[in-house]
Structures are given as structure tokens and as C-alpha cells.
């Protein structure tokens, strides 16, 4: 059961079987009006600026032997097959692991940028185009009520739709229709989904059983046949 509540002061109400799930500000939580403000179209970030925070240590050098350590070496602990035949299975290499003093690929240590000047902000300036209003709560001429329904399965009913600008008229109909008949609806809900889940067990269950007949008579029919003669 969905109920949404707009408030004159411009914030919602999102409510599902009654519990406040959500709630916010019409105005700042959707595009209703025109931004307050805009980013001022005759600034842009300058060309010198800097907002790199780190950058490689200009001093930090490659050693000279990094690249002379493998990424893999011979197994150590590897030993050659007693049954290994040099001239039929060629010459025994131990198998490659990984070595422990492999570092990886070098890459120079990272430092505080000197010239950093923090993330550039574009300026903004008042929207020429926003206009207030306060009233963008109110709906003074509602037609019609659509519902987009997203689903998997067959079989939802949606009915009970009430339009009021009382909280207290929507909350007594929510017990007269959806409180009263909630529990009795489950019931039956479960009760058919319970006579659906037994009728597929029992498909199923005859289906294994014939299969399993099938089975048995292929296996009566592949047994030998003996004559005595």
C-alpha cells in the first residue's frame, strides 16, 4: 500500500503500508523550477591551473639492478623423476615459481604537489531565468491517476485509489480497505500459492516415477537371455 503526502511547505511524504519510508523537499530533490543559480559562462578554469595533488619525485631514481631481478625462478625444491629418460623426454628443467624478490614494475614514490592549488570551483552567478514559486506543491486539477507497473508475474490487482488534501481522510480509508482486508488477502494469496507449489510437486513426482519405469523396463529388456539346451 503506497501513499505519497505533499505538504504545502513544499516537502513529501513517501509511506508504504503505512511506515514513513522516505521524505524530502520537492524543490531540491526534483527539477520543479529553474536553478537558482548557474555556472557563470564568462569564467573557465585557467590554463596554468593546477589541481594535480601529487605527482612522481623528480629525485626518486630506478636502481640499477631492478630490472636484473626475474619474475620467476626455477623451483628450488623440484626434483627430476626417477623415471625421467633424458633422450625420449628431452633435458629436465625444474618448473618456474614465482620469486620472492621480484618487486614488480618500478614506479618512482609520489610526493605533494608544490604547485598544487586545489580543485578549481567555477563561479556561479543568479540564474536570470529562475522564477520562485511557492505554491509548486499544488495540483489543483488532477484528471486522472497513472500507474507504471514493473512486474515478473501475473496477477497484481491495484484498486482503493483515493485523492484527498486530508491526511487524517486518507488514513481512515487505509483501515476501512487495505487494514481490513490485508491479512485475508494473504491468506488467500498463500492458500492458492500453496495449491499451485503442490500441484507442480506432485507433476514432478509423477513424472520421476514414470521416468524411473522407463529406467527399469530398459534395463529388464538389456538383461542376457540364457537357453538351455
Keep these: 500500500m503506497y501513499t505519497l503526502i505533499v505538504h504545502p511547505d513544499q516537502t513529501y511524504e513517501v509511506r508504504i503500508d503505512g511506515q514513513k519510508k522516505q521524505s524530502g523537499n520537492l524543490l531540491e530533490d526534483w527539477s520543479f523550477l529553474a536553478p537558482k543559480t548557474i555556472k557563470d ?31 620467476q625462478i626455477p623451483d628450488p625444491e623440484a626434483e627430476k623423476p626417477d623415471d625421467w629418460d633424458d ?5 629436465w628443467e625444474a618448473p618456474l615459481i614465482p620469486n620472492p624478490e621480484y618487486k614488480g614494475e618500478w614506479k618512482a614514490k609520489r610526493i605533494p604537489n608544490p604547485k598544487y592549488k586545489g580543485p578549481w570551483v567555477h563561479p556561479e552567478i543568479p540564474n536570470p531565468d529562475y522564477v520562485e514559486d511557492k505554491n509548486a506543491y499544488r ?46 488477502e494473504k491468506e488467500m494469496f498463500d492458500a492458492v500459492e ?31 537371455v540364457h537357453d538351455d539346451l
Design 194 to 224: 500453496k495449491k499451485k507449489k503442490d500441484e507442480e510437486d506432485a507433476a514432478k513426482k509423477k513424472a520421476d516415477e514414470s521416468k524411473k519405469d522407463e529406467d527399469e523396463d530398459e534395463d529388464e529388456d538389456d538383461a542376457p
Design 139 to 184: 495540483f489543483t486539477d488532477i484528471g486522472s491517476v497513472g500507474i507504471d507497473v514493473w512486474q515478473v508475474k501475473s496477477g497484481t490487482i491495484l484498486d482503493n485509489i483515493i485523492i484527498t488534501d486530508s491526511v487524517k481522510e486518507a488514513e481512515d480509508f487505509l483501515e476501512e480497505t487495505w487494514g481490513k482486508n490485508h491479512d485475508k
Design 41 to 71: 559562462p564568462s569564467q573557465s578554469k585557467p590554463s596554468d591551473w593546477v589541481d594535480e595533488a601529487q605527482i612522481d619525485d623528480p629525485e626518486d631514481k630506478k636502481p640499477a639492478d631492478w630490472d636484473k631481478v626475474p619474475k
Design 87 to 91: 633422450e625420449a623426454d628431452g633435458e
